[in-house]
């Protein structure tokens, strides 16, 4: 981070302050842990942790000064605001404003973190990159990194998520985008906005921060996307499914852990491969490319960084472990990402059985059982030769798979795994074994305890 002056910090929030000289601040923090000499320490108040509770803590640890909605003893300088996240938002809007960078930024209902990995790859040919930290792309996070960045980067890409409306508007009017990508609009938080229209209406929040001669890339295989009233914003599309698609995806084919394909942009080609399987990817690594070629990298050139792309963590991770492929997938689930990773099983297998372990899929809402329902029939039109499913809407899943299949209420997850752990001993070598789940059904226990198993 560029250091600032705390006068001008007070401006810009619109802080109230009695100190009367001015300092250099040198970084700005939200976690006392972390905390560095010279920092601005922002006293977030969240529904389990208030900050103004650690002002001493961030006293001792090198703050110079703090940003507070309560009263507070402190000898360092104290700037009162009403609220401090919003205070850490205006902060984050004007230190964006002191910056000579371009800004991607990201959206979309799965794909995200996968197309915004891909997309650094792919600028990172040319240019000295920041991505978002971690999983930086919240009110809190995208703010984190916008601190991150100083002159010495070309282009950052941020990731912006959202559950409510409102959300991604706040971040796009910080970050300030040269491009924006949205991946998909899928049902994920469906439970909190009541319909895949208002997803879309929230995804399309991006353009308000859009720069007027940004460029927004487009998924246009998505049925909403395609068809949305995007103003007057220079857009392109990518496409599998849809040729009319600015850019043209191709002779795809998969083996165990790549996918090959050609592609079409105007007049020039290109084949290649990147190192995740499934379409969806394939999506994703288009819309990195236009991003490259947006940024003057060209096609072969995007295609040879794809090639040393590093998925995150799990996230359709593939390991052989007793002559089974377990493949992980449990970062989060949604009924878009849970039938793609469905879909996309069958790639995984030597000529053994096909197998299903999913958690429940939360915030849903009202949905939630139709969707454990539908989840269910596509364990069903996918051929998975036997499905396990633990979550409060056992009833609903095994009403959509009553054959091949067992469920389990949340509760008993122990047991689950107990069972899982009879039948996984008879399966043959070179069976595919899928593990799902959202974040908050902790499938990685599940994947552990087999592994112990097996081992």
Do not use: W
Not at 156 to 182: Q, Y
Not at 183 to 202: D, P, Y
Not at 319 to 344: C, H, M, Q, W
Not at 356 to 367: Q, R, S
């Amino acid at each position: 981070m560029k250091n600032l002056k705390l006068t001008d910090i007070i401006k810009n929030i619109g802080a109230n302050c009695d100190y009367s000289g001015d300092i250099e601040i040198k970084g700005v923090s939200t976690d006392t842990r972390t905390i560095e000499q010279g920092d601005l320490f922002i006293a977030l108040v969240g529904e389990k942790f208030n900050g103004h509770d650690y002002i001493s803590v961030a006293e001792k640890n090198g703050a110079a000064a703090v940003v507070c909605s309560q009263e507070v003893e402190a000898s360092v300088p104290v700037l009162m605001v009403d609220d401090t996240l919003l205070a850490m938002h205006r902060l984050a809007s004007y230190y964006r404003t002191l910056l000579d960078i371009k800004i991607v930024a990201i959206t979309g209902s799965n794909g995200k973190t996968s197309t915004r990995d891909m997309t650094k790859t792919v600028l990172s040919s040319k240019y000295n990159v920041y991505s978002t930290d971690k999983n930086y792309n919240n009110e809190i996070g995208l703010p984190k990194s916008v601190f991150q960045l100083d002159d010495s980067y070309d282009i950052a890409v941020l990731e912006m998520g959202m559950n409510h409306l409102g959300e991604i508007s706040r971040l796009t009017n910080i970050a300030k985008p040269d491009v924006a990508i949205i991946t998909n609009v899928g049902k994920a938080h469906i439970g909190n906005l009541g319909s895949q229209e208002n997803i879309l209406k929230a995804k399309l929040e991006i353009l308000e921060g859009l720069n007027k001669d940004g460029l927004l890339i487009l998924n246009g295989d998505d049925p909403l996307l395609s068809t949305a009233d995007t103003g007057d914003f220079k857009k392109q599309f990518t496409g599998i499914d849809n040729k009319n698609a600015d850019i043209l995806a191709y002779n795809i084919k998969s083996d165990i852990d790549t996918t090959e394909f050609s592609v079409k942009y105007s007049n020039d080609e290109a084949s290649g491969f990147i190192p995740v399987l499934g379409k969806y990817n394939v999506l994703n690594s288009l819309e990195a490319m236009l991003c490259g070629l947006h940024f003057d990298i060209d096609l072969k050139t995007a295609f040879k960084a794809l090639e040393g792309f590093q998925k995150v963590s799990m996230r359709c991770e593939s390991e052989e472990i007793g002559g089974l492929i377990f493949v992980k997938d449990y970062y989060n689930s949604s009924p878009d990402s849970a039938r793609v990773a469905l879909e996309t099983l069958e790639s995984y297998s030597k000529n053994g059985k096909i197998v299903a372990l999913l958690g429940e899929m939360l915030e849903l809402g009202e949905f939630s059982a139709k969707e454990h329902e539908n989840l269910g029939k596509m364990c069903e039109k996918n051929n998975i030769d036997f499905a396990y499913f633990v979550g409060d809407d056992f009833e609903a899943f095994k009403k959509g798979m009553s054959k091949n299949s067992k469920s389990f209420a949340k509760k008993n997850k122990a047991e689950m795994i107990s069972d899982v752990k009879e039948y996984i001993s008879t399966l043959p070598k070179g069976s595919a074994v899928l593990v799902k789940g959202s974040r908050g059904m902790k499938m990685e226990e599940v994947f552990e305890a087999l592994k112990k198993h097996l081992s």
